[in-house]
């Protein structure tokens, strides 16, 4: 089975699986451009905010998924989806700082990545109100 088609499945060798969850699922693929965004920075910040913003952008989509694995509480589950949360903040401001200072060029490439910051933190919002509000 290729990783393509592992996490794009329905269920994951018969259970359910964080690769289900649309907000893991959105996560992934903005670490995924981040990623592939800092590949054309400048060499000088490859190593510098060009580091700071993959680890930031990957924490979110780690931080669903060690969320997910505690889900049975409640509580380890909420903490660990404000972790992801505070990791869209953290990647905006050094998306914002890049753009400012001419490290990044490209504005579509900066607008495309500010949307999709935007969605990802829309749906983690929602999501964490949705497990703050669930019965069990």
Not at 43 to 57: A, P, T, V
Not at 81 to 107: K, M, N, P, Q
């Amino acid at each position: 089975m290729s990783v393509h088609t592992s996490v794009n499945s329905k269920k994951i060798y018969g259970f359910m699986s964080y690769k289900n969850l649309k907000i893991w699922q959105e996560a992934r693929q903005l670490s995924i451009k981040v990623h592939q965004m800092t590949m054309t920075l400048p060499k000088f910040e490859l190593y510098e905010i060009g580091s700071q913003i993959r680890r930031s952008s990957k924490s979110i989509r780690s931080n669903i998924v060690e969320g997910y694995g505690r889900r049975r509480y409640k509580s380890d589950y909420i903490k660990f989806l404000i972790y992801a949360h505070s990791s869209v903040d953290e990647t905006r401001d050094h998306l914002e700082t890049l753009f400012e200072t001419g490290s990044l060029t490209d504005e579509t490439k900066f607008y495309q990545i500010s949307n999709h910051l935007d969605q990802t933190g829309k749906m983690l919002y929602k999501f964490i109100r949705s497990i703050e509000n669930r019965n069990d």
